[in-house]
Nanobody
Framework: QVQLVESGGGSVQAGGSLRLSCAASGYIFSNCMGWFRQAPGKEREGVAILSSGGGSNYYADSVKGRFTISQGNAKTTVYLQMNSLKPEDTAMYYC?????????????????????WGQGTQVTVSS
C-alpha cells in the first residue's frame, strides 16, 4: 500500500521557521512530488514541487525566497524548509506525488493531477 506521511508541522510566531518532511512508503512511481496547502475556506494551492529525477523546482510566488523544497538521497523523502513564516502561511500542508512531469503540473488547479496524497500536517503562524 502506497502512503505519504507528513511530519514537522506546528505553531510558530511570525518570522520563525519550520521544516516539513514527507516520507513515502510502498512503491510509488512518481516523476513529481511536492507540497500543497489549504487554508479554511480556500482552495488547495500549490506551494512547491520538484522533479524526482532532478531538474527545475517550482514555487508559488508567495513563498519564493522563503521556502525551499528538496529531496532525500533515496528520493523517497521530500522536505519543505519554511523560513520567515507569515500569518498568511497558516494552512494544512499536504504532500503529493504524480507520475506526470512537474513541468506539466505547475498551473492553478493542478492538485487533481496528483494521485497520491498524505494526510496533511497543520502549520499555524501567529503574528
Amino acid at each position: 500500500q502506497v502512503q505519504l506521511v507528513e511530519s514537522g508541522g506546528g505553531s510558530v510566531q511570525a518570522g520563525g521557521s519550520l521544516r516539513l518532511s514527507c516520507a513515502a512508503s510502498g512503491y510509488i512511481f512518481s516523476n513529481c512530488m511536492g507540497w500543497f496547502r489549504q487554508a479554511p475556506g480556500k482552495e488547495r494551492e500549490g506551494v512547491a514541487i520538484l522533479s524526482s529525477g532532478g531538474g527545475s523546482n517550482y514555487y508559488a510566488d508567495s513563498v519564493k525566497g522563503r521556502f525551499t523544497i528538496s529531496q532525500g538521497n533515496a528520493k523517497t523523502t521530500v522536505y519543505l524548509q519554511m523560513n520567515s513564516l507569515k500569518p498568511e502561511d497558516t494552512a494544512m500542508y499536504y504532500c503529493a506525488a504524480s507520475p506526470l512531469r512537474c513541468s506539466d503540473l505547475w498551473y492553478p488547479g493542478s492538485a487533481s493531477a496528483f494521485n497520491v496524497w498524505g494526510q496533511g500536517t497543520q502549520v499555524t503562524v501567529s503574528s
